[in-house]
């Protein structure tokens, strides 16, 4: 029941403090489908099919509470793509956190670490997660 209310205090979060990327500035990417998205994000960087990386939070339309980290990337026309969903990008809305610099590509994980430590510390309570025994692992 608490996993829930934390889900809940993070999607109000980001809902309350993030960019919603519109659905029409989306187009088709190629659907790796593991997960993996933050480094599928810096490969299409370095093959040169993307522009910038963001990391963002994917909030599923269906189930409000199933809400993921994600890296997505943007092209040069400022079209954002989804190079792990493909086209399931259509049944997410994006919330751009942070534009992923290029002197943290190297080092992704841990900026992926970092936001989910952050989001997951700043909306529960530390005595509740230890008492239920929630990690951060729920997004």
Do not use: P
């Amino acid at each position: 029941m608490y996993k829930k209310k934390i889900l809940s205090n993070i999607r109000n979060y980001c809902i309350a403090n993030y960019h919603l990327i519109n659905q029409s500035d989306m187009v088709l990417g190629d659907i790796s489908y593991n997960y993996e998205c933050h480094l599928n994000a810096i490969q299409k960087i370095k093959e040169g099919k993307a522009s910038k990386v963001f990391a963002c939070i994917a909030i599923d339309k269906n189930d409000s509470n199933s809400i993921v980290i994600h890296f997505i990337n943007q092209l040069e026309n400022g079209k954002y793509i989804d190079h792990t969903w493909g086209w399931l990008y259509e049944f997410y809305s994006y919330y751009i956190i942070k534009e992923v610099n290029s002197n943290e590509f190297n080092t992704i994980s841990t900026v992926l670490s970092s936001i989910r430590s952050t989001l997951f510390n700043s909306n529960s309570n530390w005595l509740l997660r230890k008492l239920f025994r929630i990690k951060s692992n729920i997004i």
